[in-house]
């Protein structure tokens, strides 16, 4: 962690291979002092040594203010951790070799070492002379004094940046609050929660982990699959994984770079982090053993105590955010087995064409009410041919009450109508509405209930509205006609206002177009304005193919988060009855 510690102080430091004026003001400090052609702040990074406050050396390094190690003397300062004070490189064993004498005319040599709040080696502050030199003890003094304060003005950057982070950490955990609260399924909490970090030292892969009796399980953004993702999407629980490792161990596991991944880690383990190109990871359980949480990142990285401090608080509001989403999901998946389970499968009817289309609602639990239904009805001894009955309807509510509530009005309006011997759409919404003021059904629902019957070579509609979003009628010729007739809410009132049926003729061609407000309700948008755009979209489109039509027709609603589910039943007039 030494090495680390000292690279990830220099990252905090923020300086490179660059000038930088407040080192650079040093550099000059020293050969103004001490006398000498060439001054160097002269920091060493992994691979290199770079000069953010330089006086005097020669072309090109001038420019480039940087070297390889093979040009360094900062790294024997570094090494030893104490002042390198010569007065002829090349009579020294140890430097004698060094590429810096033929190519940066480094003949006399005096470097301190910088230091951090840590204790940390960061560079050197060093003086440079082009012939053999005796450094006196005063010019040695001078250099090391300004060498404290040049280390006192790296920790002021260094703490400067920490205090920056910190600030940074405390936004993300405000963002982590708000953002994650409001995910809507896993998925989406994964994507979110990537979404939450960016910048150079922040994690390059963002990965979750659920616990199931199997092990764990990788939850995948759809839109961000990543290689290792798709080769490992589950790890056995006693996988030799850093990730397994926390779950079992219910603790943090850190890795700090790569050597300490194959030290502790199996081969498996290293090849998929290998693949993505990372070298480090942290790895928080999530509470009540529900998962792990993974940061990755592509760098050896160091873990500070605030950093770590806030990703176990992010691991926090995400284990609420999967307990909130399973939950979710479980009501969702019970609402929308049920719903299924009582919708309709459209009988097939000589003359007529049909076709109908569920969408549940995507908002949390946001799931319920609307129904569509078709049956045939018995057969008369006057009328050989069978009419068919039609029904819309949305419940007014968004919950698996109002799924349930849905299945009991579907029926009592079959039995309404089969009922009534005239089988008037009327009359069976009449019954079903004085259901509503005495069995306890909820606030109310919205209704259209329509009868097809053969008239002669045609179809004759009867249909009567509860309240309910007018239906369309498309005629061959492309015109669309709103079908306003409607009558109150079923609400249980007491008030005695009648329900009436309305009729109108369905000539060959014709296409009837039954919905819920799911279709057309958007929260900026006047409801009136919506439904003439799905007239006019049937107008346009009406002659397609009916999935195609109803693919035309929901185009749009899935990428938007939907509060209410969506119902449509449509039927075309493709011959006569007979």
Request: aromatic letters at 4%; hydrophobic letters at 45%; proline letters at 7%.
């Amino acid at each position: 962690m030494g090495e680390l510690g000292r690279l990830d102080a220099l990252r905090l430091a923020g300086l490179g291979a660059a000038a930088d004026q407040g080192m650079d003001r040093f550099a000059r400090l020293v050969t103004r002092l001490l006398g000498v052609p060439v001054s160097l702040v002269s920091l060493l990074e992994a691979d290199r040594q770079v000069f953010p406050g330089m006086v005097g050396l020669a072309e090109p390094w001038a420019a480039r203010r940087e070297t390889p190690l093979s040009h360094s003397f900062c790294q024997h300062v570094i090494v030893d951790g104490r002042p390198l004070i010569l007065g002829d490189t090349r009579t020294h064993p140890r430097t004698c070799g060094s590429l810096a004498i033929p190519d940066l005319q480094v003949i006399a040599y005096a470097g301190m070492p910088l230091t951090d709040a840590d204790g940390h080696v960061l560079g050197s502050l060093c003086a440079i002379d082009h012939t053999p030199r005796q450094w006196s003890a005063d010019e040695l003094q001078d250099l090391e004094d300004l060498t404290a304060a040049c280390s006192v003005e790296l920790r002021l950057r260094i703490a400067t940046e920490l205090i920056r982070q910190d600030r940074d950490h405390a936004g993300l955990l405000l963002r982590a609050s708000v953002e994650l609260g409001h995910s809507r399924g896993l998925a989406d909490l994964t994507r979110r929660l990537r979404h939450l970090f960016g910048g150079p030292s922040e994690p390059s892969f963002v990965g979750l982990l659920l616990a199931d009796a199997h092990g764990l399980r990788r939850v995948v953004d759809p839109d961000d699959v990543r290689p290792v993702e798709a080769a490992l999407d589950r790890l056995d629980l006693d996988a030799d994984f850093p990730s397994a490792r926390a779950l079992r161990d219910g603790r943090t596991v850190f890795v700090p770079d790569h050597e300490a991944l194959v030290a502790g880690f199996s081969a498996e383990a290293v090849a998929g982090y290998d693949s993505l190109g990372l070298r480090s990871v942290l790895c928080v359980p999530l509470p009540g053993g529900r998962g792990v949480l993974t940061w990755c990142w592509s760098d050896p990285h160091v873990l500070a105590l605030t950093e770590e401090a806030v990703l176990t608080a992010v691991a926090g509001y995400v284990s609420q955010a999967v307990e909130r989403t399973l939950f979710v999901e479980n009501r969702l998946s019970t609402a929308e087995q049920l719903q299924s389970a009582m919708l309709t499968d459209l009988p097939a009817v000589p003359g007529l064409d049909m076709a109908a289309l569920y969408l549940p609602a995507t908002d949390q639990d946001m799931v319920g009410g609307d129904w569509y239904d078709a049956y045939a009805l018995p057969p008369l001894p006057s009328a050989p041919r069978s009419s068919l009955m039609l029904s819309i309807g949305d419940i007014i509510g968004h919950d698996v009450r109002a799924a349930t509530v849905m299945g009991q009005v579907r029926s009592m309006l079959r039995q309404a109508t089969l009922g009534h011997p005239a089988h008037s759409p009327a009359a069976a919404l009449d019954a079903v509405d004085s259901s509503f003021g005495v069995l306890p059904l909820g606030p109310g629902a919205t209704a259209v209930h329509a009868r097809l019957d053969p008239d002669g070579g045609r179809w004759s509609l009867t249909w009567s509205n509860a309240g309910h979003p007018p239906p369309l009628l498309r005629t061959a010729d492309g015109r669309v006609t709103v079908l306003g007739e409607h009558d109150l809410l079923l609400l249980g009132s007491s008030d005695g206002l009648a329900r009436h049926d309305h009729t109108h003729a369905l000539p060959r061609d014709s296409v009837l177009l039954l919905y819920t407000d799911g279709l057309v309700e958007r929260r900026d948008d006047d409801i009136d304005t919506s439904i003439q755009q799905a007239a006019a979209t049937l107008a346009t489109h009406g002659g397609l193919p009916l999935p195609l039509l109803l693919e035309v027709l929901s185009r749009g609603l899935a990428d938007v988060p939907q509060r209410d589910d969506v119902a449509v039943l449509v039927i075309r007039v493709t011959e006569g009855p007979g």
